[in-house]
């Protein structure tokens, strides 16, 4: 039994991988069409947090929302966003102290809102920096292989930011914590449109 739950799991996780590189893959080939509409991002922040909940609370890790409006609302495809919230907000978690925190910064500058993700976990030294969106490069190599993670979800990040024309960028401090930054474009609209532009509230 215990034989055919590792195999079951060692399938899961090979699977996991193969749909990240086919994705990554589409990325790296602009094969993926974008579905750029407006929505408000910091409701997609609160969705993320509430899908990774339960184990925030095992780590009593919080989140924070420091945002300029009440409402941001961006020009991006929200599912690609998803993704990306999805993968930086778990790295916190997952890499971050017990009673850590997270705090998603929104700031409007001109026609964009630069974004921050800083948490205040353990740091990434200065050597690691540099290769970090690689894909399968491992900070930690024993850990990230016990959390089952595919070694993609950064370098997938780097290409959903930069196929909406941004880039992103990391800076950290062993000991303090660790920052990523990139912008979206501001939407004009002042709600969330479906694809042809029409309002949906």
Do not use: W
């Not at 193969?18 to 602009?30: A, G, I, R, S």
């Not at 780097?158 to 401090?173: F, Y």
């Not at 062993?174 to 479906?194: H, Y």
């Amino acid at each position: 039994k215990i034989f055919l739950e590792r195999a079951s799991k060692s399938t899961e996780r090979m699977t996991h991988i193969l749909e990240d590189l086919d994705q990554l893959t589409k990325l790296e080939l602009e094969r993926i069409p974008l579905d750029i509409r407006s929505f408000d991002f910091l409701e997609l922040v609160k969705e993320t947090y509430e899908s990774l909940e339960l184990i925030a609370k095992e780590k009593n890790f919080r989140l924070t929302i420091d945002a300029s409006d009440p409402y941001c609302y961006v020009n991006a495809d929200r599912n690609k966003l998803s993704q990306v919230l999805l993968s930086l907000t778990s790295n916190a978690i997952a890499y971050g102290k017990v009673s850590g925190k997270l705090c998603v910064s929104v700031v409007e500058i001109d026609n964009t809102y630069n974004i921050q993700f800083k948490d205040d976990g353990a740091g990434i030294e200065p050597q690691h920096l540099p290769r970090l969106f690689e894909r399968f490069y491992r900070v930690e190599k024993s850990r990230n292989r016990h959390e089952g993670g595919s070694g993609l979800g950064l370098a997938i990040v780097k290409h959903i930011i930069e196929s909406h024309g941004q880039q992103i960028q990391v800076s950290s401090t062993v000991g303090i914590g660790t920052t990523f930054t990139f912008s979206l474009q501001k939407s004009k609209a002042t709600g969330p449109v479906s694809s042809r532009g029409i309002p949906l509230k």
